[in-house]
């Protein structure tokens, strides 16, 4: 195997310019076959450029676009192997789902038996196999969508682009749809590329997410490796939830960093990223609630990472079930949350109890800013 | 009281409508049927039968007159179609959103001046002695004027210019709800720009497209002024039959007749037409 037989996508250093305003910056990236890749970015910063660009709507400023290891700046969109979900999913009303789907192998040439039998085959493997006959505005929400797959699956593309499909449903069948179109991605083994805004479906679904930023990647990983070792400041901020504090570095060692907050917290934190913190100098601090502890006064600590400890008196209690958090008023008079489990006896933590909160040096992430 | 305040607004709401609906449309067409059924046996004397619709049947030319300004006005339409679809896809999807307007309102701008002051322009324009006729003349390219007047081309384009905003307008906004992303999909999945007109743009616009098609054929098959002005007597359009069997002749019955056949004949081409295109009515008005 060559290697451009392992990346169905490649991009190299791919720029776009509206007039004098930069959507897309000098972005790289390549993806293996068969992966499910995602790019988490907030609104507005250059996601569905990005995508046009791939399936060639647009055309890049600077920069190359491989598919297959083949350059395809010169292809025109329909002649690129690429297809694409788009947002509003753009099924044509005027034709049933078997017309739909057909469409495209029309356009490929294929006889009427092949359209016949592999419209059947894509439907079933979409699980919705009796619905050819239906007209477009007879679907539910998540029929459509997987109708809009279903459509681009049947031409065999070595790249689906997606761009935020689930952005029109609502909560219950967004949460259903994450799983159900992981599955679908694993039963065609093709590879995806899937455009969200919203960090819990891409941490949820791919096998890889880049995180970007005003046009740029800010660092492209696994899910895990996003979450636990961010190389930015904005990746720490944007993927999970965490607590942020901006501050100053006062003491630098090779085992830590003592950084005072703003508010004036005093916390022990490890350095990420790739620019070195100095004395003296201005940081960010991230620290993820589900790392602090938060304890009643009083039990047994021993166990405790102790590295950083602090007492303080509970301001409130957001319950959610298993992701129930407290808010934490601190010593320094800020606001900490941190995650705790509320079984619901008399052991919970009330609104006015004091309480010990702990977390280790490794847990708070500190950047140069 | 709620329900009797309801009632009565939805009859004040109604009324106007009906009175229009019944007064100007409902009543004079009873009275043509009624009058067209009438045949004259002597002087003053009338009789109830179908001799007015007799004597259409046995006179060619009325026939071939009904036919002509058929046929014509079908070949305005096709025209008007063909003319206007580009121009209000260009409207409705190229154009930027500033321009949009500006161009909309152009279109809007010869609805300004009535349809005589229209048609004494292109009069102007074309007879012998006109602008164009004169600047062939001047320029050297014949040695006599031209008469551009009174043949059938300058009556189509004539009327293909009268009718044309009310082609572009219902497929300006049929086209305007069709998304970018429809397009581009028929591109990404493969289709070239014929097949995503054909199979894409064309039929997501045919409710807008029938009804232009309908009020661009049935303004054009009734219109009176502009075939008389620019394709003088010889026009043999239908309207002026019907004109000559009411005022010259005073012909009323007979002039009745011919106004129910001209509806009767324009309504079936309608039909037909709706059921080649495959479209309901209903459909059409209800998307456009
Ligand atoms: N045709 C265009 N002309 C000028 N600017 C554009 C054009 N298309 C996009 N932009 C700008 O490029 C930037 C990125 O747009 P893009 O649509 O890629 O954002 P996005 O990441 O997809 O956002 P969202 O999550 O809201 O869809 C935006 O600031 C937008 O205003
Ligand atoms: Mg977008």
Redesign the interface.
């Known amino acids: 195997m060559t290697d451009a037989d392992t990346y169905d996508l490649e991009c190299t250093g791919i720029s776009k310019d509206f007039g004098s305003f930069r959507a897309v910056d000098d972005v790289s990236f390549r993806i293996p076959s068969g992966t499910f890749f995602s790019i988490l970015g907030p609104s507005g910063c250059g996601k569905t450029t990005l995508m046009r660009m791939i ?1 060639g ?1 647009e055309d890049p400023t600077a920069g190359d676009v491989c598919i297959k290891g083949k350059s395809v700046l010169s292809v ?4 690129r192997n ?3 979900v ?3 999913l ?1 099924l ?4 049933d789902v078997y017309e739909n789907i057909a ?2 192998l029309r ?2 040439g294929a006889t009427k038996d092949e359209i016949a039998s592999k419209v059947a085959d894509v439907l079933e493997r979409v699980a919705l196999p009796d619905l050819a006959r239906r007209e477009i505005h007879q679907l539910s929400g998540g029929q459509k969508q997987r109708i809009a797959i279903a ?2 699956m049947a ?1 065999n593309p070595d790249v689906l682009l997606l761009d935020e499909p689930l952005g029109a449903l609502d909560l219950k069948l967004r949460e259903a749809m994450k799983i159900e179109l992981k599955l679908l991605q694993h039963q065609f083994d093709t590879t995806f590329v899937y455009i969200t805004h919203d960090q819990s479906e891409a941490l949820v679904m791919s096998d890889y997410v880049a995180v970007m930023n005003a046009g740029r990647f800010e660092q492209v990983g696994r899910p895990e490796e996003l979450y636990h070792a961010p190389q930015t400041a904005f990746v720490a901020g944007f993927v999970g939830d965490s607590n942020r504090w901006t501050g100053r570095a006062v003491e630098v060692r090779s085992d830590g960093i003592k950084v005072e907050t703003d508010a004036g917290l005093t916390v022990i934190a490890m350095a990420h990223g790739n620019e070195q913190v100095v004395e003296g100098q201005a940081v960010e601090l991230f620290v993820r609630p589900e790392f602090i502890s938060a304890t009643k006064p009083g039990t047994p600590d021993s166990d405790l990472p102790a590295d950083n400890s602090y007492t303080g008196t509970v301001d409130g209690v957001l319950f959610n079930g298993a992701n129930s958090r407290v808010l934490v008023r601190g010593p320094a008079g800020d606001l900490i949350e941190a995650d705790v489990v509320v079984t619901g006896g008399a052991d919970d933590l009330r609104e006015g109890d004091p309480v010990r909160l702990h977390w280790a040096r490794a847990q708070s992430m500190c950047f140069a800013s | 009281m709620s329900q009797d305040t309801k009632r009565l607004s939805l009859i004040l709401l109604f009324a106007p409508f009906a009175l229009w609906i019944v007064l100007l449309i409902l009543l004079p067409h009873i009275g043509m049927v009624v009058l067209s059924l009438r045949e004259k046996v002597a002087p003053r004397v009338y009789e109830f039968g179908f001799g007015n619709y007799v004597d259409f049947m046995n006179e060619p030319i009325y026939w071939n007159t009904l036919m002509r300004t058929g046929s014509m006005s079908l070949l305005v339409t096709v025209l008007a179609l063909l003319i206007g679809f580009p121009v209000a896809y260009y409207i409705a999807k190229i154009a930027g959103k500033r321009s949009r307007g500006a161009l909309f309102l152009m279109c809007l701008i010869p609805l300004w001046v009535s349809d005589l002051i229209r048609a004494f322009g292109w009069i102007l324009l074309l007879r012998e002695t006109g602008v164009v006729s004169s600047l062939l003349v001047w320029s050297g390219m014949t040695d006599e004027g031209i008469e551009f007047l009174y043949n059938d081309v300058t009556v189509v384009v004539g009327l293909v210019y009268t009718v044309i905003l009310f082609m572009i307008v219902p497929l300006v906004s049929t086209l305007d709800g069709m998304g970018d992303d429809m397009i581009e999909a028929g591109y990404n999945l493969g289709g070239n720009s014929l097949t995503v007109l054909r199979r894409i743009i064309i039929p997501y616009a045919m409710p807008g497209i029938v009804a232009g098609c309908i009020v661009v054929f049935m303004l054009t098959s009734g219109s009176y002024l502009t075939p008389i002005l620019l394709g003088g007597k010889n026009s043999s359009w239908f309207t002026e039959q019907i004109y000559d069997q009411f005022i010259t002749r005073f012909n009323w019955e007979s002039g009745a007749a011919f106004g129910i056949l001209l509806l009767a004949f324009t309504s079936l081409v309608v039909w037909l037409g709706l059921r080649l295109s495959g479209q309901s009515l209903a459909n059409t008005v209800a998307r456009t």
């Open positions: 399936a709507f025109p969109p329909n002649k690429v297809k694409m788009f947002q509003h753009a044509f009303p005027m034709m469409y495209g356009c490929a459509r681009c031409l």
